[in-house]
């Protein structure tokens, strides 16, 4: 490995991605475009549905009239999950929560001082209760402030971003690259595929890690997004994810001979990404195996750990989990990369 | 086997087969140093793929690579400059930094002032090296390969499409390579170039070595003839003229009689009454070697 071959690869990757005005521009324009099309779709309107959150079986006398009422989507949460649906209910991501009595039979439910809907469901349950029963309800409340739906989607938006960024940049590039016979001379020369796939990676970790913090900021800037935890922790996911998506690119491009094939194989990874790994709408709610499912995806990862983040103020240590796994993955996608990569 | 020193390069039994298809099929030669050595043939004849295995592109399916009298390892790229059949290069960058990039990738770098004299690149060097002329891309190409001044250098068909008055000019460079001692191996299909470069000519078919040799002594060695070309549309050539000729063909830019009695011949020729104000009469080429050795013409693939 020598650092001045990689150093030079990476610097004529950047001339010819930076002198490339139009792919440029897009990069940028891109996710700015998208933030300020949903703030304005989203703007003032609340979602549809009432979202309850039930918890283990509460007695079915005094709450099945209440959950059949239309309009509500119900979410069944654990018994031990009480204290993680609080704070959903805190921020706003459920409307009301409803759960067995601490003994005997008994309803106990939760709502959020500064919800509207919270007060209605409130209002419908007690409605549905016949008046005899009412004592054997229990009231709570929390108070917190109500995260909007651009809060919430701003960095699926971001992370949406960067994996097109990451699986199309360094993929098409690549098989670009080997189509036109420019890897064939670079094979030709001393340089090592391991120095050629590490500058790859580092010219797009560049580029992804300039992007979104200009298109994070310029969003700020438009629509005031809140964010809740620490910079460095963003950054830090950030740069996890950038990773794992890139080297992802790097296993679809190890091989592959023709763009439009290239192309397919991107197209079908990134689809599914785009829609199941909890982007545009959360994935609580939805059947178990959508859930399985998703965490396969490294987009899943990077956007539950943003999220966790910037709306819930989650530190590094609670998103570790996600950040282990897009390290894991990494790490999978790289050895598998260089282990398949052809110069030819 | 032990290696004979004369030789920088030496290439023994090297065999490769694709499914299907044997493309080279057991070619031996040794090179001189300082000498520029033409491996000739048609399309499809494996001249490639015996170039891309000495360069370590391609793998062998087997055989034996020696430079400088040892095995071919990683090292020869170090030693080696290359310029492939086809070769694309990265948008956007200028041929300057395109020179540049590729210098880079080596330890031992040539004098890179120098080189763009050589391959005279001053006037267009900070254009995009995507937006040259044809004739200045390959220049521009040569001098990629010579970034790290190698003792050895390899052209696959380096002036392929070029018109005739950039190829001159690349012959030029050619030879003032050659006038620095570099050891070149060139591939092509022109005859007429082999015959104006090379020392020494290997003419390839079918992914074996058919003739080998100086080009002169070779058109020597097969032909002791003289060619008579005669217009199309004459009429049919009489047994006496037939019967003088060692070789009578029918080309597309006329009638071929070879013979090694040419006043024989011409006088058949005249008895026949015959108008030979449109005759043409040449000595034999590698091109007429190349017909007279695999049957077909040169170009056709």
Redesign the interface.
């Known amino acids: 490995m020598k650092l001045?071959?990689l150093?030079?690869?990476l610097?004529?990757?950047n001339?010819?991605f930076l002198?490339?005005y139009s792919s440029l521009g897009w990069n940028f324009a891109f996710p700015v475009l998208v933030v300020l099309g949903f703030s304005f779709a989203f703007s003032g309107r609340e979602q549809d549905l009432f979202k309850i959150a039930v918890v283990a079986q509460p007695d079915a006398a005094l709450s099945s009239e209440f959950l059949q009422i239309r309009h509500i989507q119900k979410v069944d949460k654990q018994e031990s999950e009480l204290q993680d649906t609080l704070q959903r209910l805190k921020r706003h991501q459920v409307d009301f929560v409803l759960a067995p009595a601490e003994q005997g039979s008994g309803l106990r439910y939760w709502l959020n001082e500064t919800s509207p809907k919270g007060y209605l469901l409130e209002k419908l349950l007690l409605g549905s209760v016949p008046e005899a029963a009412r004592l054997q309800v229990i009231k709570g409340t929390v108070a917190g402030k109500e995260i909007r739906y651009v809060d919430w989607l701003i960095s699926g938006l971001l992370a949406m971003n960067m994996m097109f960024s990451a699986l199309f940049g360094v993929g098409y590039t690549i098989v670009r690259?080997r189509k036109?016979?420019?890897l064939?001379?670079?094979?030709?020369?001393?340089?090592t595929p391991m120095e050629f796939l590490l500058a790859q990676i580092f010219s797009r970790l560049w580029l992804l890690v300039s992007v979104t913090a200009i298109v994070y900021t310029g969003c700020h800037l438009l629509v005031k997004f809140t964010m809740l935890g620490s910079y460095f922790d963003l950054f830090v996911v950030l740069i996890a994810g950038s990773l794992c998506l890139i080297s992802l690119g790097l296993v679809v491009a190890a091989a592959i001979r023709s763009e439009e094939f290239a192309g397919g194989v991107l197209n079908l990874l990134t689809w599914p990404m785009m829609f199941l790994s909890g982007v545009w709408f959360s994935l609580e709610g939805s059947p178990n195996w959508v859930i399985q499912v998703a965490k396969v995806f490294p987009l899943t990862h990077v956007i539950g750990a943003a999220r966790a983040i910037m709306t819930e103020g989650a530190t590094l240590g609670q998103v570790m989990p996600q950040v282990t796994a897009l390290g894991a993955m990494t790490l999978v996608f790289l050895v598998l990369g260089s282990a398949i990569f052809k110069w030819? | 086997m032990v290696s004979s020193p004369s030789f920088i390069l030496e290439v023994r039994d090297l065999k490769k087969s694709f499914p299907g298809v044997q493309a080279v099929d057991g070619v031996s030669f040794g090179i001189a140093a300082g000498r520029c050595f033409g491996l000739l043939g048609p399309n499809g004849a494996g001249k490639t793929t015996t170039i891309e295995m000495i360069e370590g592109i391609t793998k062998p399916s087997s055989g034996e690579l020696l430079f400088k009298g040892r095995p071919i390892g990683r090292d020869f790229k170090t030693s080696a400059g290359i310029q492939f059949q086809a070769t694309s290069l990265q948008e956007y960058l200028t041929v300057r930094e395109t020179v540049v990039m590729f210098a880079s990738l080596y330890t031992k770098r040539a004098d890179l002032e120098e080189l763009y004299r050589l391959c005279d690149l001053t006037e267009f060097l900070d254009r995009e090296a995507l937006k040259v002329s044809g004739g200045q891309r390959q220049r521009m190409l040569l001098a990629v390969a010579l970034v790290n001044d190698p003792e050895i250098v390899f052209l696959d068909e380096p002036t392929t499409g070029l018109d005739p008055q950039a190829r001159r000019q690349f012959w030029e460079l050619i030879r003032k390579l050659k006038s620095q001692g570099k050891t070149i191996v060139l591939t092509t299909h022109y005859m007429e170039e082999a015959y104006a470069l090379c020392d020494e000519i290997a003419i390839m078919d079918h992914g074996k070595i058919i003739a080998r040799g100086v080009p002169d002594s070779l058109l020597r060695q097969y032909f002791d003839t003289v060619t008579l070309v005669l217009p199309t549309g004459g009429p049919a050539l009489t047994a006496e003229i037939v019967a003088t000729a060692k070789e009578v063909l029918d080309r597309p830019d006329g009638l071929e009689v070879r013979t090694s009695e040419v006043n024989r011949t011409l006088q058949a020729l005249i008895a026949s009454g015959r108008d030979l104000s449109k005759i043409q009469v040449r000595s034999s080429t590698l091109e007429d070697l190349f017909l007279h050795l695999t049957g077909k013409e040169l170009r056709e693939s």
């Not at chain 1, 064939?184 to 340089?191: C, F, M, S």
């Open positions: 001045e071959r150093r030079s690869i610097a004529a990757r001339k010819e002198r490339d690259y036109t016979g420019f064939k001379r670079l094979k030709a020369t001393p340089l030819e």
